[in-house]
Every structure is written in C-alpha cells, then in structure tokens.
C-alpha cells in the first residue's frame, strides 16, 4: 500500500476512524518498525519502547480524525511518537538536571557549538544508535529532540520543564559523552581506526 498518496492515505484513515480494525492494523504495521526505532532513542530498553509505541498508537487512533492529510502522516504519526517518548519520561521522572559537577555553562556552550560531523562520519548508523543508548536520559533526550528531532532548545525547555540553559548544557555534555564513548569504541574495533 503506498501511504504517501494522499487519496489512498484519506481511504485508510477514514476506515481506521470507522473502526475497520484490518486498516487499523495495515495502519499499525506500516509504522511499527519506524516508530519503534524513534521510541527507542529515548529509553535504552526495548520493552519499554514497546510500551511508549503502544501508547502512541492508541493517540495515534484517537486523533487520527484530526489528521488533514495536508502533510506527511508519518511526520504526524512521528511527532506523536516523540510526546509520548516525552510523555513517558516525564512520568519516570528520569530527567536528571546534571547539577553539582565541575561543568560550566560556559564550556557547555563552547562544546555545544563544535561540529562533531567528522566524528561520525565513519560509523555506521547502528554504531550511534548504540552509543546514544548508553547516555544518561536527560542527555538522551535532549540530544534526540535537538539534533534528531530538529527542536530548539527553547521547545526542548518548554516541553521538559526545564530552562534553556539546562537544554544547553546538557546537549553539550550528551555530545562529550558520545565523543568519550565513540572513542573507547574506535580503540576496541581496528577497522574504524
């Protein structure tokens, strides 16, 4: 089925609202593997991604009325995947603000500014899946809705309940990490070397 035509995406979301449970599942199989993988950049354990994709899609089909086909309906779909992500988070109360240690605001700002593109040139995607998995979840989270999800920090800030400062810093610190962490990888595998 080619989900990007906008008539045959109006056919199935208008059977999916009358309650046609087969489009609800072409509807459903057509992401899952899509909104897995985004559900899984923000926790570091499948089931739990599994459980924040099954959320989603519950909104997904509750909202589904609301959808105008005036963009992509995985874009939509995306973006509903990311706030539950958010969501989830919020309720695990995971977001930690990195308060107490040595980093400044100052050196945060200067590393958030450096171009880490030639850093990851090399790897493979499943490499930085990997390596993202392994930072804290506030480092996670914000380095997933800056850089990935294109949000700003004053969105990211809003949406966390934190301040811009804290987006900032915490986006810096998620890259050192992953330099940190993207070098003792290069150091254990020769062919990246």
Known sequence: ?????????????????????????????????????????????????????????????????????????????????????????????????????DFTLEKALHEAERDDSELFMKAKAEIVFNLIQKLSPAYRTVFNLYVIENYTHKEIAEQLDINIGTSKSNLAKAKMKLREFYNEYIDKHEEYR
């Open 1 to 101: 089925m080619d989900l990007t035509d906008k008539a045959i995406v109006a056919d199935l979301i208008n059977e999916c609202n009358n309650g046609d449970r087969k489009s609800q599942q072409i509807l459903y199989q057509a992401f899952y593997g899509k909104m897995l993988a985004v559900c899984m950049r923000y926790t570091g354990d499948r089931d739990e991604a599994k459980d924040i994709l099954h959320d989603g899609f519950l909104k997904v089909f509750r909202k589904l009325d609301s959808f105008k086909n005036e963009g992509s309906l995985e874009g939509w779909i995306r973006r509903i995947m990311v706030n539950s992500s958010i969501d989830y988070i919020r309720r695990k109360r995971e977001i930690l603000y990195a308060v107490g240690d």
